[in-house]
């Protein structure tokens, strides 16, 4: 019976949202976001989420000002997902997400004078249908992720993958013995 009470909860709870706080925040109902998903949607950015999207845990979803959000039917996000969009994420249907997975499609900008700025820059993020990316992957402004990619454990993304790809990070073990 919990996912039961968990989705209409949640229905309410974002009915109530997309009512009083933004009219562009569209939830497509059966979904079961869990109750600790947290939503930070300005008034005016636009965010979609399809039918029979499911998270498991905490997981973020950030929509900054005039930022777009469309994650499609039958997403899976796993424990600690986090999408932080200033401009466009879009997240095509069926795709699976591991644990701890981020999506920025921001960073700031930085110059050797002033170090860190507050100012970003910003690229959309295109993700294929299909797709299945790994725990602890970072994906990068500016990167396009054709269908049905599987991306690896631990990967930064920042580019184009092409569709069908497998993607891993040559991470080498290095083994040394303690000396006495």
Same mark, same amino acid.
């Given at each position: 019976m919990k996912p039961y009470f968990r989705t209409i909860w949640n229905s309410i709870r974002y009915s109530l949202l997309c009512h009083l706080r933004c009219k562009n925040l569209i939830f497509k109902f059966p979904n079961l976001l869990g109750y600790n998903t947290r939503l930070v949607v300005d008034k005016t950015s636009y965010v979609y989420v399809g039918k029979k999207v $499911?998270?498991? #845990? @905490?997981?973020? !979803? $950030?929509?900054?000002?005039?930022? @777009?959000?469309? !994650? #499609?039917e039958g997403v899976y996000f796993n424990e600690g997902m986090m999408i932080s969009s200033k401009k466009s994420v879009v997240i095509g249907a069926g795709c699976q997400f591991g644990p701890n997975v981020k999506i920025f499609d921001n960073d700031h900008c930085f110059n050797k004078k002033q170090g860190v700025l507050s100012k970003h820059n910003m690229e959309s993020i295109v993700i294929g249908k299909n797709c299945w990316i790994a725990s %602890?992957?970072?994906?990068? @402004? *500016?990167?396009? !992720? *054709?269908? %049905?990619?599987?991306? #690896?454990?631990?990967c930064i993304v920042k580019g184009n993958i092409p569709t069908s790809s497998i993607v891993t990070q040559e991470n080498s073990l290095k083994i040394v013995s303690l000396k006495e």
């Open positions: $499911i998270s498991d #845990g @905490r997981c973020s !979803i $950030i929509a900054d000002k005039n930022a @777009r959000i469309e !994650i #499609g %602890n992957t970072v994906i990068l @402004r *500016g990167s396009v !992720i *054709g269908d %049905n990619c599987v991306i #690896g454990a631990g």
